[in-house]
């Protein structure tokens, strides 16, 4: 549950996200597609409500102003807080811990692909009862077969069998990415995530993924496949033991 925010607040949660469109691209995106709610707005900050994926985005000035934004609000079990060092407020307000820190990976209207073809790769989207999804790693294979229920997982075949996969997160951000062992070192995760990002593109202004800080394999691939990637580090955070 979160709380009214007042006449402009709309306008006013444009102005500052647009002054940093890189590491404010989710809370941007799920403004723009009708998925977030406003619950504070303000030259200090701004906080979203991303609802399918229930996700709070709170995008603040600096670390000293995210705790003015969210005093207040309420039912907050995971969230990504900008800049990262905004970490304790959150943690003192809501009890969450980080899961993780990461950069934000962008490519905008006009992009293009940036790597070749994997030649005979085919991309075919995933079935919530497609035995292809024994072959996702067991740690993530349950969202993956939850996102498969949604149409948003879609699978490489090359040489005839199941190589790669790739997708899209419920707040509409790309993900999912893995390459199996035996497949790796071909080109295929580059040609996946530009696949991706090309399908992102054809209905959207914006294709935004979010990298671990220390993966700088991943980093790497973004950059190779022509995304731009951000400096500033977003925390994600989460209920501890969930």
Do not use: Y
């Given at each position: 549950?979160?709380?009214?925010?007042?006449?402009?607040?709309?306008?006013?949660?444009?102005?500052?996200?647009?002054?940093?469109?890189?590491?404010?691209?989710?809370?941007?995106?799920?403004?723009?597609?009708?998925?977030?709610?406003?619950?504070?707005?303000?030259?200090?900050?701004?906080?979203?409500?991303?609802?399918?994926?229930?996700?709070?985005?709170?995008?603040?000035?600096?670390?000293?102003?995210?705790?003015?934004?969210?005093?207040?609000?309420?039912?907050?079990?995971?969230?990504?807080?900008?800049?990262?060092?905004?970490?304790?407020?959150?943690?003192?307000?809501?009890?969450?811990?980080?899961?993780?820190?990461?950069?934000?990976?962008?490519?905008?209207?006009?992009?293009?692909?940036?790597?070749?073809?994997?030649?005979?790769?085919?991309?075919?989207?995933?079935?919530p009862s497609s035995p292809d999804l024994d072959l996702y790693p067991e740690s993530g294979r349950a969202y993956a077969r939850a996102r498969a229920r949604d149409g948003a997982l879609w699978a490489a075949q090359l040489e005839g069998a199941t190589a790669g996969f790739v997708g899209l997160h419920d707040d509409g951000s790309m993900g999912l990415l893995h390459v199996l062992p035996d497949w790796r070192r071909r080109g295929l995760g580059a040609m996946l995530l530009t696949r991706m990002t090309a399908r992102v593109l054809a209905g959207a202004p914006v294709a935004c993924s979010q990298i671990e800080a220390g993966n700088g394999a991943s980093i790497r691939l973004h950059r190779r496949a022509g995304l731009q990637v951000g400096e500033g580090l977003t925390a994600w955070m989460g209920t501890p033991g969930a």
């Open positions: 549950m979160g709380r009214s925010t007042p006449a402009g607040s709309r306008e006013e949660a444009q102005a500052f996200l647009a002054r940093n469109p890189l590491d404010h691209a989710k809370a941007i995106e799920s403004l723009r597609r009708g998925n977030g709610r406003i619950e504070a707005a303000g030259p200090r900050g701004v906080v979203v409500h991303d609802l399918p994926s229930d996700t709070w985005f709170v995008m603040a000035r600096n670390a000293e102003a995210v705790d003015p934004l969210v005093v207040g609000l309420h039912g907050v079990s995971q969230c990504e807080v900008f800049p990262a060092e905004g970490e304790p407020a959150i943690a003192r307000r809501f009890g969450l811990e980080a899961d993780a820190h990461c950069v934000m990976a962008v490519a905008r209207t006009g992009w293009r692909a940036q790597v070749p073809a994997v030649a005979g790769a085919e991309i075919s989207p995933v079935g």
